[in-house]
């Protein structure tokens, strides 16, 4: 049985053995040694590749010029790759852990308590400039290049940069940007986090634990039949982030890896893509998925090999700019399928979406690269500190997608 909470000390980061190569480091985000937890960019990456690759699928299949011997939603491999969308609350899982850690360390440890004004304007400065950036090309192309009436675009901008949208227009779809949908969860999830950090105030673990399991049991099924913009829908993953939290402090980061945890959590992994591409013939899959998934980052902290492939360099500086790559690769995908639908025509669905992804994956990292050094990057740097003291940075851990998204 764990100890008193008041023992429990923070745990300390596993740093990556693979150096990074000197000429990516400006494309990699901005944190604090110490406070870095590779592994949740390692995450963010495969989050990022998930809905990347759902996307490009949807518009290979829609702009195809060329008839498939077999329509593309027939196919098995554009049926799997609709699960995509769970790379997304993937994403929520991220944002759960990396918002729950200082108010678990302040509850659990007796760490400083969180600060409420900078804990929101962080998420401010650090989430709202590089989706102004966002909205206001694209609403400015819709107009411009796409014909667009100002007095139609202008309304769906100003929701969407307030996040609101989804309240003010619940049957017209996200006009400028569709992605964002979820940053309209992690908002309403960041609003209300400090209410839900209460529940690290129950000092006993077993407790603790059962009220969470609970909870992600009663959100995971879900009978309220609410919209997916709704946090209520998609809370469960965001308490999945909770109990890693929980266990993260509990067992000071997992510090007795083991080979054998790798086994486990490729299973988990195959497991979850599995359960995905069935989720209909399954029961109560709503809350079978969010246990799955929990069980299976643990093994990924847990198993000496994954947690090594999480740490690298690659999905290390992918995953940190997945906030760009997520705000940018439809346009991205849209604009250049434009042109390789006219010269990739091969009548297999899988062939032609193979070739597409080994042309498009590369456009659209390079295109959010420079527009990650160029705008997220200096916003990750940025401290403001409107009316008050210049104190110590607090220790804040990576921050999520959140697209998931992706998010801070």
Request: glycine share 6%.
């Amino acid at each position: 049985m764990i100890g008193p909470a008041t023992s429990i000390t923070p745990a300390a980061p596993v740093l990556s053995n693979e150096p990074t190569p000197r000429w990516l480091l400006p494309f990699q985000r901005v944190t604090r040694v110490g406070d870095h937890v590779r592994e949740i960019d390692g995450l963010r990456f495969i989050a990022m590749g998930m809905v990347l690759l759902m996307h490009i699928s949807h518009y290979v299949a829609l702009g195809a010029t060329v008839q498939f011997t077999r329509p593309a939603k027939e196919t098995a491999l554009f049926y799997g790759l609709e699960n995509g969308t769970f790379g997304v609350y993937l994403f929520f899982a991220i944002s759960g852990f990396i918002l729950a850690m200082p108010f678990a360390r302040h509850r659990l440890c007796g760490a400083a308590p969180v600060s409420l004004r900078n804990y929101f304007l962080r998420r401010l400065t650090r989430l709202e400039p590089p989706l102004l950036v966002n909205l206001t090309l694209l609403s400015i192309l819709l107009v411009v290049v796409m014909g667009r009436s100002l007095q139609l675009v202008w309304p769906h901008l100003l929701a969407s940069c307030f996040y609101v949208h989804s309240l003010f227009f619940p049957n017209q779809g996200f006009w400028i940007n569709s992605v964002t949908w979820s940053l309209e969860v992690e908002a309403q999830f960041y609003l209300t986090m400090p209410l839900w950090a209460l529940l690290f105030g129950i000092r006993r673990f077993w407790l603790r634990q059962a009220v969470f399991f609970a909870l992600i049991v009663a959100f995971g099924l879900e009978p309220w039949g609410l919209p997916k913009t709704s946090l209520p829908a998609q809370m469960e993953f965001f308490l999945v982030g909770f109990v890693l939290a929980d266990w993260w402090i509990t067992f000071q980061g997992f510090p007795d890896r083991r080979r054998v945890y790798d086994a486990a959590a490729v299973v988990g992994w195959l497991a979850l893509l599995a359960g995905l591409y069935w989720q209909y013939s399954l029961p109560a899959f709503g809350a079978l998925c969010p246990l799955l998934l929990l069980g299976t980052l643990a093994l990924s902290f847990m198993g000496t090999g994954v947690s090594f492939c999480l740490r690298h360099w690659l999905p290390v500086t992918l995953g940190g700019m997945c906030y760009t790559l997520y705000l940018w690769h439809l346009l991205v995908i849209q604009t250049a399928t434009r042109v390789t639908t006219k010269f990739i025509t091969v009548p297999s669905f899988e062939t032609n979406y193979l070739l597409h992804t080994i042309v498009l994956v590369p456009l659209v990292v390079v295109f959010s690269a420079v527009l990650f050094v160029l705008v997220e990057r200096p916003c990750m740097k940025w401290r403001p500190t409107w009316g008050a003291k210049k104190t110590a940075r607090p220790v804040e851990l990576a921050t999520p997608m959140g697209v998931g998204a992706p998010s801070e």
